[in-house]
């Protein structure tokens, strides 16, 4: 989330509407005007105020705008107010505007303030920017907005924090040549003779300004009309090249089926008439969710079987039902502060999965995929310094550590037998009717479960009494981390001890040790079903648990957020059941396992061997889910020993796990077969990069294939013979092989190809590179934008596993830490988070303590820690568990 000062506005008055006017300057054939205004545009903003308490100035914020006139006058009959003076503050980005005389003598008094000024079209993906982008040979530019979270005053003068919720009328001026939208519906488009067209818009719902969205493009259209409640009216924009490729047509089916179904899921209406789908070239976040007027990166929207890795499909699925979730949490229902973000992230996220199953008529196995959301939140929670959910923006912890939760509790609190709804379902409803257009805190959510709770008679952890859902979500959403349970046989009795601690990798003595309510799910053989018991939070649990049983497994769903450790006894029964018919567990069982042993082993509580034995089995697994998780657990192992003496017996090791699942590849598979699409691109891939041959060979030749088939187009989305799926395994294998002709090769179709998805294949492919001065030309490219700006990150999060590459990026982040873009939070996170030598730390720790916004780098100093660490004490185990488990190939 891009943000900036977060200075709080006084509470003395507040916004009713805002009537504002834009004329933006873009390149035209047709509209006259003085050429010093290109890319520029002036306002006009008109903003009803009604009265809070009586006050002598009026604070607004904005940001690298020009003033240049304003007014203030009484609503009622037009009686001027005098300014007397004007006051910017560009560290706060606020404007203060001080009165001869005092406003709001009576609170019922409403005031309009009107105000003329200027802005520059910036290109940095923030704000009202313009971005240029090839169209069929043609270099053109369009004008967008990306708000959230401080981006409106960068725009025009306003109250820019989310509880100044008002309504919006925009009319917007611009050379005809061009299409204009926002939020609202085109009410009329009148056009002058001189070239230029205005358009006014439908006024808004009750919103806050970062929802607020508008756009000047050379930009077509597909129509559709939605089965929701008002028939919704769904438009689809984008380039006109990629409608007539049909890239838009997935998204025109998911739309409209998922918003659909949310409204019946909530049973609130969804309110507005139309709702516009943008998919623009350069856009910094993958989508943001303004209310009638959503923006996609191209990749986030757009889907082409033929250039579209069937992944990709899932992704854009999931994109569009995460926006969409947000016009219930976000849009009609927003946080009061940014602190409460996951109230708005954590809900979408969550939906979004559920949205995503719909979408794929549940064909994609999204329910048994959502252990992963689990895993990679886990992966950042599991760091010394974690955030908290409250007062987090991450992607780990707010959204996805947040949707987690939220499934959590899903499952705790059960269903209502009379309506077969879960009671957070009801609970949602109410709370999204109470604050329908409103603000809202936390507190006010636990409140609306805590009706349902009450009324179903939910028992809580003592047994006796109701759920108390504050203290439930409190020690979740409040307190960092998350528990490792400790499991045993009581040798007394028929019952398991289970105890928690938090779970930290580093140096744990230096964070405190929180307890967590814990609903605690486990797996009964005997009678093949899962119960629930509470945890207690000090002392250890005693648990019924027939010794009949073969074996303990808790948290066999993979619902519960919390690792499990078990005795060595229970973890050899575990790896030989397992081993013997994995299928009697559940997949996420399966995945969790693997994560949680792999996890465990990087502190004293585990050795290697358990988790280099539990995976021993993955030979004969054929389902992409825990091939998945034992690969990103490896891959940290890999990428660790990458600059060691022993990385070679990590090499030996993947291979013998690798080879047999790569040898049955059936690479004949349909496009729509996403998680067997999944399985291949991981194992191919990996087996790629470990210089199996038949994989080498197969991959090499795709890619010397595509070379020559595209000797005569600039177009390597339309000359292509490689299949979707495979591309970035044969971009990548021909890298590795040809080097530095095949990554010039790459560089050039970048530069000339105009399908975004083609130039992220393209980026994956180029990150392979394996000399030195490869991967600086590469990154030179990022800061030069001969990568386009909101693709670097993709260029970092795949050279962050190249084992020539890790110190290099942290070398070219420090040496250019003047340029905004190395600056971005997810990019300091890629660049840093595989560094694991003492020198690396003291580097980065010196330079975090003194580099001007520098918070994420110091953050990232525990992350490294952590694999200061591992190599230390761990790393040496690891390696003797892979010699004594490898699998001969």
Known sequence: MNSGPMTRLPQVVFPITYDLQFTTYLPSTQASFNQSNLYSFQGSVAISLGCIQQTSTVTLQAKNLVLLSQTLVLASDGTAVNIANVTM?????????????????????????????????????????????????????????????????????????????????????????????????????????????????????????????????????????????KKTEFRLWARPSLIAQNQTQFAAEAGPTVLAAYEDYFDVPFPLAKQDLLAVPEFAAGAMENWGLVIFRETGLLYQKDIYPPWKKQQVAQFIAHEFAHMWFGDLVTMKWWDDLWLNEAFAQFMSWRGTDLISKYTWDISHQFVHEMQNAMVVDQIVGAETVLGSDSTAICYQKGSAILQMVNVTLGFEAASNLTLMQKGLTMYLNQYNQSNVVHQQLYDAWQGVVNNA???????????????????????????????????????????????????????????????????????????????????????????????????????????????ANNWNQLITAISQNANQFD?????????????????????????????????????????????????????????????????TYTRGLITKAYNNINFA??????????????????????????????????????????????????????????????????????????????????????????????INGLACANEGWLVQSLLDACLNQGIVQSQTLFVYRKLAYNPVAVSMMAEYLITNWNNPVAQDDELVLAATRNLNTNFELSQMTGFAKNALNGDMLLSQVAVIQANVQWMNMYASDAVAAMQTYTIKF
């Open 457 to 567: 008679s939910v028992m809580g952890w003592n047994g006796n009494d109701t759920l108390n859902v504050t203290d439930f979500m409190t020690t979740w959403i409040n307190y960092p981390g998350f528990p490792l349970l400790t499991v045993a046989m009581d040798p007394n009795s028929d019952h398991i001890i289970v105890s928690q601690e938090r779970f930290l990798l580093g140096n744990p003595s230096s964070a405190q040790n929180y307890h967590y309510r814990v609903p605690l799910w486990y797996w009964n053989q005997a009678n093949n079903q899962t119960n629930m018991a509470w945890l207690n939070m000090d002392t250890p649990t005693q648990i019924p648990f027939a010794a009949s049983n073969a074996f303990i497994l808790l948290n066999p769903q993979g619902i519960g957020y919390y690792r499990v450790n078990y005795d």
């Open 669 to 762: 598979i349909t496009p729509d077969d996403v998680l067997q699409n999944n399985y291949n691109l991981l194992i191919a891939g990996t087996a790629c990069s470990l210089g199996i041959s038949a994989c080498v060979n197969r991959f090499n030749a795709s890619f010397s294939k595509a070379v020559t088939d595209c000797a005569n187009s600039t177009l390597s989305s339309s000359c292509n013979s490689i299949p979707a799926n495979e591309r970035e395994v044969a971009y990548c294998t021909g890298v590795r092989v040809q080097g530095a002709p095949a990554f010039n090769y790459l560089m050039q179709i970048y530069a000339n190809e105009t399908d975004n998805m083609e130039r992220v294949n393209i």
């Open 89 to 229: 503050n560009s560290a706060t980005n606020t404007v203060i505007f001080q009165l001869s005389t005092p406003i709001c003598a009576k609170l019922d008094q409403q005031y309009v303030m009107t105000i003329n000024y200027a802005g520059i079209l910036h290109s940095d993906l923030y704000g009202y920017y313009m971005t240029r982008y090839n169209e069929m040979g043609r270099t053109e530019v369009l004008a967008v907005t990306q708000f959230e979270a401080t981006g409106a005053r960068r725009a025009f003068p306003c109250f820019d924090e989310p509880a100044f919720k008002a309504r919006f009328n925009i009319n917007m001026t611009y050379p005809s040549e061009y299409i204009a939208i926002s939020n609202g519906i085109n009410l009329t488009t009148s056009t002058t003779p001189d070239g230029w067209s205005t358009t006014v818009f439908g006024s808004t719902p009750k919103m806050s300004t970062y929802l607020l969205a508008f756009a000047v493009a050379k930009f077509n259209c597909i129509t559709v009309t939605s089965n929701t409640r």
């Open 587 to 651: 997949l996420r069982a399966r995945s969790q396992l693997i994560d949680d042993a792999f996890a465990i082993a990087r502190t004293d509580k585990l050795n290697y061997s358990v988790p280099f034995q539990l995976v021993g089995y993955l030979p004969t697994e054929t389902s992409w889910i825990p091939w998945s998780t034992a690969m990103t657990a490896l891959q940290y192992i890999g990428i660790m020993l990458s600059r060691a003496g022993n990385y070679g017996v990590y090499q």
